[in-house]
């Protein structure tokens, strides 16, 4: 019998680690389940937020070539006695290693929509010319607010922050993205803390509302319960709690890849970006493949290169970082780092459309000196 991979979620990772699997393991029986067969651009939703098109990409047609089942479908369940993952709908996918890469989300607010909400783009087109107010100033909040007010140049556009927008950059590149923010007649208000989103208002901590017609909330991220509920161990947060090699510390045959996993480096566990999650899915085809041809999986070592952000699609500032994803001296503005924005949200479709599986090498820095390889979990809570 064949030996059976299962990916839980098509996101970036889960599509990173289907195709190193297949190309790896061509006696292996690779299965990737996501609920839709599209694939989400998230490192391009403040576009579609806007209502650009950015066309749609199959997930069959992209790693169907690798030699990877396609099963549409949410899963409900993991069955970890019996190595399976029940489907809503009542299908049984059995499997011999589990990938685990359901990704996180912005949890949802009564009144406000979040960047991924296919209503956001009608609710824009319907109040250019009036108020928009989004919550929070990371790289999320920051994106949606210059694409929008880009887009919709008589449309008044807020955003709220408890710190100054930026705050993980150098001076020079916070300075870039401040102008940037100015230029485009974004009302930056920091310090606010956010009590409750009302339908026609944004309530403050202090008692403030400030009127709004449509909010959009980029704060905060919420786990998927999945693991958890089938007895995987998992952290504080929600994540699986993993070794070195990203194996679950409960449950040695998943693995946990991407924001789904609490991946722990010398400087702390490593923070859910696509930057981060495709080396975790590299590197986890790597280990399995190692296991299957009877070696011990190596310790996955990871260190940051960049804080890329879009200023709409006339701007752009690229912060280059140490390892540990504190800002370097270096930093790229304007066309340049519009091409090299550009670079970065179209690389992960070369690794896709590879015809050979990329080594985790390939995909990200180690961190040398700063980031020697790390032999325990992060410390995980008991199972939820």
């Not at 749609?56 to 099963?71: E, K, M, N, Q, S």
């Not at 100033?137 to 994106?143: F, H, P, Q």
């Not at 010398?266 to 085809?285: D, L, M, N, R």
């Given at each position: 019998m064949k030996h059976r991979i299962l990916i839980l979620g098509a996101g970036y990772t889960?599509?990173?680690?289907?195709?190193?699997?297949?190309?790896?393991?061509?006696?292996a029986e690779v299965t990737l389940v996501n609920p839709t067969d599209v694939f989400n651009e998230r490192l391009r939703q403040h576009q579609a937020a806007v209502g650009q098109d950015l066309g749609?990409?199959?997930?069959?047609?992209?790693?169907?070539?690798?030699?990877?089942?396609?099963?549409q479908g949410r899963a409900a369940r993991i069955a970890t006695d019996r190595r399976s993952v029940v489907l809503d709908d009542g299908r049984d996918l059995a499997y011999d290693h589990l990938v685990y890469a359901i990704g996180s989300a912005t949890p949802r607010?009564?009144?406000?929509?979040?960047?991924?909400?296919?209503?956001?783009?009608?609710?824009?087109?319907?109040?250019?010319?009036?108020?928009?107010?989004v919550c929070g100033?990371?790289?999320?909040?920051?994106?949606a607010a210059t694409e929008a007010a880009e887009t919709y140049p008589e449309m008044r556009v807020r955003l709220l922050s408890r710190g100054e927008p930026g705050s993980m950059m150098g001076p020079a590149a916070r300075a870039y993205l401040m102008n940037a923010l100015y230029r485009l007649?974004?009302?930056?208000?920091?310090?606010?803390?956010?009590?409750?989103v009302l339908p026609e208002a944004v309530e403050l901590a202090g008692g403030d509302r400030i009127p709004t017609d449509v909010t959009l909330w980029t704060t905060g991220?919420?786990?998927?319960?999945?693991?958890?509920?089938?007895?995987?161990?998992?952290?504080?947060?929600?994540?699986?709690?993993?070794?070195?090699?990203?194996?679950?510390?409960s449950h040695p045959d998943v693995f946990a890849i991407g924001d789904a996993a609490a991946v722990r480096q010398?400087?702390?566990?490593?923070?859910?970006?696509?930057?981060?999650?495709?080396?975790?899915?590299?590197?986890?085809?790597e280990s399995i493949t190692r296991i299957l041809h009877g070696k011990e999986p190596k310790a996955f070592r990871f260190g940051y290169i960049h804080q890329p952000v879009s200023l709409g699609r006339k701007d752009?500032?690229?912060?280059?970082?140490?390892?540990?994803?504190?800002?370097?001296?270096?930093?790229?503005?304007g066309k340049a780092a519009i091409a090299y924005k550009e670079a970065v949200s179209s690389s992960p479709f070369k690794f896709y459309r590879s015809k050979s599986p990329i080594p985790s090498a390939m995909t990200k820095r180690s961190g040398g000196r700063r980031n020697r390889p790390h032999v325990a979990s992060a410390t995980p809570a008991p199972a939820m």
């Open positions: 889960g599509m990173m680690a289907a195709h190193g699997l297949a190309l790896r393991n061509k006696t749609a990409h199959r997930i069959p047609d992209l790693v169907g070539p690798a030699g990877v089942t396609f099963v607010v009564e009144h406000a929509f979040t960047i991924d909400d296919p209503a956001f783009a009608a609710a824009l087109r319907d109040n250019a010319d009036g108020t928009l107010t100033a990371g790289l999320t909040g920051i994106e007649r974004i009302e930056v208000r920091t310090g606010a803390t956010v009590a409750r991220v919420a786990h998927a319960r999945l693991a958890a509920e089938a007895g995987i161990t998992v952290d504080e947060a929600g994540r699986v709690a993993v070794d070195a090699a990203l194996r679950s510390v010398a400087y702390g566990v490593i923070h859910g970006t696509c930057q981060s999650g495709i080396p975790t899915a590299a590197h986890a085809a752009a500032v690229i912060q280059f970082t140490n390892p540990d994803d504190t800002p370097s001296r270096w930093y790229l503005k």
